[in-house]
């Protein structure tokens, strides 16, 4: 079982702050948390305040960091099958996946290499990157919103599907 991750972050710096996760499997299984105590306003670049700080939700998706990894960890454990994370970026997204699992709180059922979303493994990168695209069409209902975690991710999983999957 694929399941599709984006992260959203403070900044595009060498030492990111994490602010949000999405993650969406091949059946539609969604898990969304956005973290409380890892960033501030003032530590994110103006992008990510123009762009993904409107979009957070708040509310009951708000929990500290060490509440992630248990939660998380539960709703990969759900799966009753083997799954391996999706990212279409190995430098921003993959690296998060790691910190959030050490070694001691990694599940079971989960591969420790991920699918890469890229041009290299994909049947037909033209088609993945054109609907990853139409998915944000803002005439679709509900349009996905770029930016937001399970967004980008429920995208990479429509481009994913449409563009016949991996070689």
Known sequence: MLIFLDTEF?????????????????????????????????????????????LLEGGGVLIPWHELAPKLKEWIASFSEPVQIAVDSLAWDWPWVLRIFNDAAWPANLDKQPALLTMNYLVNWDVFEGEV?????????????????????KANLIGFQCSGGFE
Not at 134 to 153: C, G, N, Q, T, Y
């Open 10 to 54: 403070n900044d595009l710096v060498q030492s990111p702050l994490l602010i949000s996760i999405g993650l969406v499997s091949e059946n539609e299984r969604t898990f969304y948390a956005e973290l409380s105590d890892t960033y501030s306003p003032k530590e994110c670049g103006d992008f990510t305040l123009e762009h993904v700080l409107p």
């Open 133 to 153: 695209e139409a998915a944000f069409d803002a005439s679709k209902v509900p349009p996905l919103r770029r930016h937001h975690a399970l967004d980008d991710a």
